[in-house]
Nanobody, 124 residues
Framework: QVQLVESGGGLVQAGASLRLSCVASGRTFSSNAMGWFRQAPGKEREFVATINWRGDSTDYANSVKGRFTISRDNAKNTVYLQMNSLKLEDTALYYC?????????????????WGQGTQVTVSS
């Protein structure tokens, strides 16, 4: 069993930066692919970023490419999402997810564990 706890969300102005963190419990973190997803009110959950177990392969949604960076520290059981140049449309509840397999994927159905989410609100 893996438990995920996100933090770092908040209310910021457009153009600002935030760094989200997700701490995982359990001894398998270093072998898990990790992902970040988000869900805005009235919309479906959507893929944001993913990273493989070693941290040397990443993928991003087109909407965040060049602005967001996913990274991980296996020694700390933590995955990060650095978000720069935030836009109004980035407002959402951001979820961290872990996959039993080590290969990264953008498909939410391939993830086995989910956190409770952290709210990011971008204002004008």
């Amino acid at each position: 069993q893996v438990q995920l706890v996100e933090s770092g969300g908040g209310l910021v102005q457009a153009g600002a930066s935030l760094r989200l963190s997700c701490v995982a419990s359990g001894r398998t973190f270093s072998s898990n692919a990790m992902g970040w997803f988000r869900q805005a009110p009235g919309k479906e959950r959507e893929f944001v970023a993913t990273i493989n177990w070693r941290g040397d392969s990443t993928d991003y949604a087109n909407s965040v490419k060049g602005r967001f960076t996913i990274s991980r520290d296996n020694a700390k059981n933590t995955v990060y999402l650095q978000m720069n140049s935030l836009k109004l449309e980035d407002t959402a509840l951001y979820y961290c997810a872990a996959r039993i397999l080590g290969l990264s994927t953008s498909s939410p159905g391939q993830y086995n564990y989910w956190g409770q989410g952290t709210q990011v609100t971008v204002s004008s």
